[in-house]
T-cell receptor
Framework: SQQGEEDPQALSIQEGENATMNCSYK?????LQWYRQNSGRGLVHLIL?????REKHSGRLRVTLDTSKKSSSLLITASRAADTASYFC???????????FGKGTMLLVSP | KAGVTQTPRYLIKTRGQQVTLSCSPI?????VSWYQQTPGQGLQFLFE???????NKGNFPGRFSGRQFSNSRSEMNVSTLELGDSALYLC????????????FGPGTRLLVL
């Protein structure tokens, strides 16, 4: 079953704009990860944020985690056409050795 | 280090046949996981192997099986293929476990006719 649910399902922006994607989940987690997938290819890991962390940065990426609301957001600043991809959150549930992916947000960045 | 490799990249089979997919993890990674990705169901976890032992299994029928060899390479097998098995099958490896950063291969796209 899907643990993480991304919102929105699809997002279309212009180059240079910021893109924000959200992920909500249902149970207690050890960590939450974000991945990117370019059309029909393998996933690429972006960021892992642990349950005791609130914010993490990597280049143009900023991830926040609110465990009280069971939600996370991924912010991509100054988007580029090359950022066009699907973005997935994945949660590592506490007490289980599993990693559960959401259905993803499709991001389209137009030049 | 070389990334995760999967073979074959594309496969066409007919209903009732069986198929074996192969995955070579990043050198030194002992955990290998398999996922099925379809437009309708998204990414679904199949199983995880660690040091030749299946450590976790998703909610898939027994037609889906796998194994891991002593060099950490893994194979998954699907017997008696059904049309609904058409999907992108992704393999991922990590150093110690499934909740760590996963390094994915490019996937094997299986089409069942």
């Amino acid at each position: 079953s899907q643990q993480g649910e991304e919102d929105p399902q699809a997002l279309s922006i212009q180059e240079g704009e910021n893109a924000t994607m959200n992920c909500s989940y249902k149970t207690s987690i050890n960590n939450l990860q974000w991945y990117r997938q370019n059309s029909g290819r393998g996933l690429v890991h972006l960021i892992l944020i642990r349950s005791n962390e609130r914010e993490k940065h990597s280049g143009r990426l900023r991830v926040t985690l609110d465990t009280s609301k069971k939600s996370s957001s991924l912010l991509i600043t100054a988007s580029r056409a090359a950022d066009t991809a699907s973005y997935f959150c994945a949660t590592g549930e506490q007490g289980y050795s599993t990693l559960t992916f959401g259905k993803g947000t499709m991001l389209l960045v137009s030049p | 280090k070389a990334g995760v490799t999967q073979t074959p990249r594309y496969l066409i089979k007919t209903r009732g046949q069986q198929v074996t997919l192969s995955c070579s993890p990043i050198s030194g990674h002992r955990s290998v996981s398999w996922y099925q990705q379809t437009p309708g169901q998204g990414l679904q976890f199949l199983f995880e192997y660690f040091s030749e032992t299946q450590r976790n299994k998703g909610n898939f029928p027994g037609r889906f099986s796998g194994r891991q060899f002593s060099n950490s390479r893994s194979e998954m097998n699907v017997s008696t293929l059904e049309l609904g098995d058409s999907a992108l099958y992704l393999c991922a490896s990590s150093l110690q476990g499934i909740q760590e950063t996963q390094y994915f291969g490019p996937g094997t796209r299986l089409l069942v006719l």
